[in-house]
Structure formats: structure tokens, C-alpha cells
């Protein structure tokens, strides 16, 4: 089992930025990509950016270029700065981690965009 801890949301103004951070414990040994999703109220999950064990990633395009997604492969945390934020990317952040067939998430941390 895998527990997946969140932390680093809260309120910002427009234009500004965040880091959140997930934290991987249990039986971390083989977690392969990890991964951030996002859901806002009254939307589907979706997912905004994932990195794999080797540093491969991929963003959501509406994210590109504003968040960068990174990885400890010793301390198994992912984090994902997010600049330049947008009152649209209000929602709340899940951690979401993989190994096999198996994959786990966190309870989320929530991120509002408002002046």
C-alpha cells in the first residue's frame, strides 16, 4: 500500500504562483509515473501534468509553459510549481502515483485563482 500526502495549496491572487508538493510513503519501492490531476466543481478530473522515473513528462496544454512538473526518484516526491495562475485553474490538486497495475491517489489540496 501507498499513501500519498499533498500540501502547498491555498488562496492566490491572479498572476501569482504556487508550489505544491506530494509525498510518497508505505511500499514506495517500483512507483513508476506520477502524476497531478486537477477537478473543479461541476468538471471531470483531468489530468495537468505527469512524470515518469526516467524525467518524462507531459502538461496539460492550457498549463504549458505556466507549471512545471518534478520528481525525487530517492525521496519519491513530486512537486508542481504553478506560475502565472489563472482564476480557471481554481480546482482541487491530486497527487496519483503508479506502479503495474495498481495506482493510488492523495486527498487533495485545494487551489483557488481569485483577486
Known amino acids: 500500500q501507498v499513501q500519498l500526502m499533498e500540501s502547498g495549496g491555498g488562496l492566490v491572487q491572479p498572476g501569482g504562483s504556487l508550489r505544491l508538493s506530494c509525498a510518497a510513503s508505505g511500499n514506495i519501492f517500483g512507483i513508476g509515473t506520477m502524476a497531478w490531476y486537477r477537478q473543479a466543481p461541476g468538471r471531470q478530473r483531468e489530468l495537468v501534468a505527469s512524470?515518469?522515473?526516467?524525467?518524462?513528462?507531459n502538461y496539460l496544454d492550457s498549463v504549458k509553459g505556466r507549471f512545471t512538473i518534478s520528481r525525487d526518484n530517492a525521496e519519491i516526491t513530486v512537486g508542481l510549481q504553478m506560475n502565472s495562475l489563472k482564476p480557471e485553474d481554481t480546482a482541487v490538486y491530486y497527487c496519483?502515483?503508479?506502479?503495474?497495475?495498481?495506482?493510488?491517489w492523495g486527498q487533495g489540496t485545494q487551489v483557488t485563482v481569485s483577486s
Open positions: 496519483h502515483a503508479r506502479r503495474l497495475a495498481a495506482d493510488w
Open positions: 512524470i515518469t522515473r526516467a524525467g518524462n513528462t
